[in-house]
C-alpha cells in the first residue's frame, strides 16, 4: 500500500493518544496519531516522523502521522504506525494468492458467534465444501533487540477474539490469527506476557486447539509499506 502526498517532520509532544504536535518547515503543527496504542518507545521527542497530508479541507488537522523512525543499533529502522494499514496489507497479500491457493472470497468485517473477526475467506478445493474460515488481523509495531511483541497495552478484545477462533474452528472453519509486523529486519515474534498475560495464555492455548499463528514482517518505506516474510513464532 502507499501514502501520497508525504511530508518529513520533527516529533514534540503527544498530548493526548489522538494528536501530536511536531515541528513541520520550521513551524510547530498539531497532527493527528493513526495509531491509538501507547507507543511511548516510538514517539521520543526529537524523532523523526512522517506525515500524510488529507485532501479533505473540512478536517480539523491536515496531516496524518504515518510513520517513524526509530533508532537501534544498527541504524534507523521505519516503522509505519498507522493501525488501519494492518488489513489493508493482510488484503493485499492474501488477494495476490499469498495466503491460500485458490483463495476465491475475501470479505472483511465478518459477524460469527459473539466476535466480528476481521476477514471471511473461501477457497476452491477437492472437497465437495470448498475451504473456509476466519482470520483475525493484529498490527505489531513494539520491537525490543530485534523481537517483536503484541500487545503494547492490556487488550481483552483480543483475548476474546482468540477465544471465538477456537470455537469457530471447533465448528469445522479453517482458523487463523496474523500478526502483521510493521517493520522489517526483525528476528521473531511473541506474546507480550509482561504486558498482558492474559494475551499470551490465550495464544498459547488457540494455538494447541488448532488455531495457526502467523507473523509476517513488512518492508516499510517512506510513502510505502508491503507483507513481506514470515517470521519465526516463539510462544
Given at each position: ?21 511536531v ?38 488537522t ?5 510513520t ?6 544498527e ?5 509505519n ?45 477437492t ?37 471465538e ?62 507483507m ?8
Amino acid at each position: 500500500m502507499r501514502y501520497e502526498n508525504i511530508h518529513k517532520a520533527t516529533f514534540l509532544a503527544r498530548p493526548n493518544r489522538f494528536i501530536a504536535q511536531v515541528l513541520l518547515d520550521g513551524r510547530e503543527e498539531t497532527v493527528h496519531v493513526k495509531n491509538t496504542g501507547r507507543c511511548k518507545e516510538l514517539l521520543v521527542l526529537g524523532c523523526t516522523v512522517y506525515l500524510e497530508r488529507s485532501d479533505n479541507p473540512a478536517r480539523k488537522t491536515a496531516f496524518d502521522l504515518v510513520t517513524v523512525e526509530k533508532a537501534v543499533p544498527e541504524g534507523v529502522r521505519l516503522i509505519n504506525m498507522d493501525s488501519q494499514a494492518p488489513n489493508k496489507l493482510f488484503a493485499e497479500w492474501a488477494g495476490a494468492g499469498c495466503f491460500v491457493p485458490g483463495l476465491s472470497l475475501l470479505r472483511p468485517e465478518t459477524s460469527w458467534g459473539h466476535s466480528r473477526f476481521d476477514f471471511y475467506w473461501e477457497a476452491e478445493s477437492t472437497a465437495p465444501e470448498g475451504r473456509r474460515g476466519f482470520v483475525e488481523v493484529k498490527g505489531c509495531t513494539l520491537e525490543e533487540g530485534g523481537w517483536t511483541y503484541f500487545p503494547d497495552a492490556p487488550t481483552e478484545r483480543g483475548v476474546k477474539h482468540l477465544e471465538e477462533l477456537v470455537r469457530a474452528g471447533a465448528q469445522g472453519f479453517e482458523v487463523a490469527v496474523c500478526f502483521v509486523i510493521q517493520m522489517g529486519g526483525v528476528r521473531g515474534f511473541s506474546p507480550n506476557d509482561r504486558t498482558h498475560s492474559e494475551f499470551g495464555k490465550a495464544l498459547r492455548r488457540a494455538a494447541l486447539e488448532g488455531v495457526k499463528i502467523l507473523a509476517y514482517e513488512c518492508e516499510v518505506q517512506v510513502g510505502e509499506v508491503r507483507m513481506t516474510r514470515p517470521v519465526p513464532v516463539q510462544l
